[in-house]
């Protein structure tokens, strides 16, 4: 433990300055009271060489002023890491207030899937389901992934699927699960990231059920330009840390030319509404 108080261990004084800016800045509209990143990462797969500590993402939370910051996995369970939902629990006692968690699951599992989603959200107490079609080649709007997606809505609780300009990825082929469970909040997640990021606005434009999520989107006018077309209602911060530091991901959203009340309902007031939507 560093010997000038609670913080990151390896932050370094950089780290603890730009924490104690951010919370200088607090209440005064300058910056949101409250910073929640909507998608990061946590997972230990030795064979494939993939270590992603809960304290890294600490630490660059710290630096970045985020307060709560929803953990997935990179593997998809039951495949690769079958006590995958427990450890991202036991993550979240470890570090109470700091995480909440959405259950990344491989839609080909059938009845296991979809057992999987309710122990996650009833019994773990997970806030959503994360699909990733390129890992796991499963199309959104196929029956396997809508029937997690439907499961998920039945507790109310969002599903976040990897949007950008891969195969099965893109904003219209998500949008078809869009359609098919109109009953899902479907998160774009990098909304359509290098290639397709005004394809996610024109989804999100047609389907109410559609919330776009920043992570490594590379166009602050972007982020600007969804606010206005959709509303501050339906975009959210997210990071895709450790890979992407939310810190950077944060500069892209404050650089976006949005008002302090925007930002606020983008850094924290539309993932605390899903938050608490979930029932649990
Ligand atoms: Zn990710």
């Keep these: 433990m560093s010997d000038s108080g609670p913080g990151p261990v390896t932050g370094g004084v950089s780290a603890y300055a730009r924490c104690d800016t951010e919370r200088a800045l607090r209440g005064t509209g300058i910056v949101s009271a409250v910073i929640i990143d909507a998608h990061a990462h946590v997972d230990d797969v030795p064979a494939l060489g993939w270590h992603m500590p809960a304290e890294l993402l600490l630490e660059q939370m710290d630096a970045a002023g985020v307060d709560v910051t929803v953990i997935m996995t990179i593997t998809d369970a039951p495949e690769v890491n079958p006590t995958a ?35 996650a959200i009833r019994d773990l107490g997970f806030a959503g389901l994360k699909l990733h079609p390129v890992t796991t080649i499963a199309h959104p709007a196929e029956e396997a992934s ?53 394809d996610a606005l024109a989804v999100a434009e047609r389907r ?36 992407c530091p939310p810190a950077i991901e944060l500069a892209k959203v404050r650089a976006a030319g949005l008002t302090a009340e925007q930002l606020e309902r983008v850094l924290h007031l539309n993932q605390q509404a899903l938050f608490d939507g979930v029932t649990r």
């Design 146 to 198: 809508l029937r997690l997606i439907r499961r998920a809505a039945s507790f109310n609780a969002p599903t976040l699927i990897h949007c950008g300009d891969d195969p099965m990825c893109t904003p219209l082929e998500i949008e078809q699960a869009a359609i098919r469970a109109p009953e899902a909040t479907i998160v774009l997640g990098h909304m359509g990231a290098y290639y397709h990021g005004q």
């Design 208 to 243: 109410p059920n559609v919330i776009l999520e920043t992570s490594a989107c590379p166009y602050p006018d972007l982020i600007g330009e969804a606010v206005r077309r959709i509303g501050a209602e339906r975009v959210i911060f997210g990071s895709d840390a450790p890979g």
């Design 85 to 119: 939902l427990e450890m991202i629990r036991d993550v979240m006692d470890s570090h109470p207030g700091r995480f909440e968690a959405y259950a990344r699951i491989h839609p080909w599992y059938g009845d296991e899937a979809e057992d999987l989603v309710v122990r």
